[in-house]
């Protein structure tokens, strides 16, 4: 059979429909291939920096894997940024990247790169050694991918098999399942400690959502009247809302209150999270001494805490036989959802007087505003940059699958193409990515990617014409002026870029603007660029919450 027909039989067979890519010599057997079917769909990006960060908001989004496919070499070393984010995340792709021919490898081939210089951005890299085992290599891959931790699998197909036909060896099974169930007494250990403590508290990380353990969460929450703090990636896994459990978001910019909560809490249940660096201050956020850590990789249990109960288990079935367990114990009078809200009120009393109404707003009248103006059930794309830092504290997240940021590689960039991904990976939803303009402009150019492919997204830039977060530091703690890195002298004109690619485009000011400006735009069936100056001088989040 045909290899590369057999690489596209198998990704279809597994239910990927959609692959991200940019088109060169070596891939064109793959091109052809997919052309020939009308079950998956190649998306060309702009550059392969946005490719693995278009899968990697897909799969976000829909909690399934999409394909990247990239040329040696250039391509494959320019999509690693978004392979080492997905990593971080847990975010499953399948990279097929094209390889040297063997014959000529270590010959300096054009774009040979040695395959082993990807082993650290991808759970797996394989290698295709021999034509005849594409098809079982390319079904592993997919297995590795999809098997919780999940992650991103890199394939090298070196590019003289993909013309070939060649008897092609039938893959076998392959299970998806890493840690099956959860042990029982670990189990009862845990309730019998959380279910003990007088003011518990439930930190929940991208594992739950990783999951689809929301309503699990959402029980034990209940169970235990906890308030609930999300990481960085578990923002969403419960609505940010009245209603929920939710009190914020751990992060460098999380509020004393926030702090307050976890340190004054009598026990801890931590799910779905490996307590990295970035979330916990370097493992400076005081939590109880009584840890109860959940976790899939065992390698994770006393990463900078030490656990009374440690379970390696995924969150799923871990959390609904902790619920099942708390049934025994009687549930006493708690005030999870009082301690909840009196984080959010202190989070918001200490931004209200950053909510103005005049040019230019604030990040967080801006955020703010834009919450407003959109439907709750919109999937929301945000990149990294200072507004983003803002967003943990003030934008609400709607729900596990529509809320999509990084975690902890905080790459910039990833705003758009990540947006471009959710899209295509809910093409009946609306889509809306929040992006800085330092952001946009590190993938200015998949804007023509969503002209191109008629994707009816909405693109927020917040222009504050700084790199601002980054000139606040240079003015204050270094001999460097004060706004040293903005480019107020050589102003963009986004609506202008964005216009000659083709969008349609609206700039806005004020919050009565905005909000009618982007109703129109999320209501509109084409893609759209909304620009909305900001303030370069304002507080950046980690100092003013930290006041």
Not at 220 to 236: D, F, I, M, S
Request: aromatic share 4%.
């Amino acid at each position: 059979m045909d290899v590369s027909r057999a690489v596209i039989e198998r990704l279809t067979s597994n239910g990927i429909d959609t692959m991200f890519g940019i088109p060169g010599k070596q891939t064109l057997p793959l091109n052809e291939a997919i052309g020939a079917r009308d079950d998956i769909r190649f998306v060309v990006a702009r550059h392969e920096t946005a490719v693995s960060h278009q899968a990697w908001g897909y799969a976000e989004t829909s909690g399934t894997p999409a394909a990247t496919a990239v040329v040696p070499g250039p391509g494959d070393m320019n999509a690693m940024n978004g392979l080492k984010n997905a990593l971080n995340d847990c975010t499953p792709l399948v990279h097929i990247a094209v390889e040297t021919e063997p014959e000529i490898r270590g010959g300096d081939g054009i774009h040979e790169t040695p395959p082993d210089t990807y082993d650290n951005v991808v759970k797996a890299n394989l290698l295709v050694e021999r034509p005849e085992s594409t098809a079982a290599v390319v079904e592993e891959a997919i297995a590795i991918a999809e098997t919780p931790p999940k992650g991103p699998v890199r394939i090298g197909i070196p590019k003289n098999f993909l013309s070939m036909d060649v008897p092609l060896a039938t893959p076998g099974e392959y299970s998806r399942t890493h840690v099956d169930g959860v042990a029982d007494a670990d189990i009862e250990d845990a309730a019998a400690l959380l279910a003990g403590a007088d003011r518990p508290v439930i930190v929940a990380g991208g594992g739950v959502r990783a999951a689809n353990a929301s309503d699990s969460l959402r029980q034990v929450a209940a169970r235990l009247e906890a308030p609930v703090v999300t990481t960085y990636k578990g923002k969403g896994v419960l609505p940010d809302d009245p209603a929920e459990y939710v009190a914020g978001t751990l992060s460098g910019s999380a509020s004393p209150e926030l702090l307050e909560c976890l340190a004054d809490s009598d026990a801890a249940l931590a799910v779905g999270t490996d307590f990295d660096a970035v979330a916990t201050r370097a493992w400076s956020v005081d939590l109880p001494d009584d840890l109860v850590h959940v976790t899939l990789d065992a390698d994770d249990l006393g990463n900078g805490y030490d656990p009374t109960v440690g379970i390696v288990a995924d969150a799923g079935p871990a959390l609904s036989a902790l619920e099942t367990a708390l049934a025994d114990y009687d549930n006493p009078d708690r005030d999870g959802t009082d301690r909840a809200r009196a984080v959010r009120e202190a989070t918001s009393d200490r931004v209200e007087d950053l909510r103005v109404s005049s040019s230019p707003l604030t990040s967080v009248s801006a955020l703010e505003t834009v919450r407003k103006a959109i439907p709750d059930d919109a999937v929301v794309a945000v990149d990294a940059g200072g507004f983003r830092v803002w967003a943990l504290n003030v934008f609400e997240a709607a729900g596990p699958r529509s809320y999509v940021n990084p975690g902890s590689w905080a790459t910039m960039g990833t705003g758009l193409p990540s947006g471009i991904g959710a899209q295509l990976a809910n093409p009946d939803e609306d889509v809306v990515v929040l992006t800085g303009d330092g952001g946009l402009m590190m993938c200015i150019h998949e804007l023509h990617t969503a002209v191109a492919e008629d994707l009816p997204i909405t693109v927020v830039v917040f222009a504050n014409e700084d790199y601002a977060i980054i000139s606040d530091q240079a003015g204050r703690d270094y001999e460097l002026a004060e706004g040293e890195y903005n480019w107020s002298d050589a102003p963009i004109s986004f609506t202008a870029l964005a216009g000659s690619m083709g969008m349609r485009t609206e700039r806005a000011e004020a919050p009565a603007e905005i909000e009618s400006t982007l109703a129109d735009a999320v209501a509109a069936e084409e893609p759209i660029l909304v620009e909305i100056p900001t303030d370069p001088a304002e507080p950046q989040a980690s100092d003013w919450m930290s006041e």
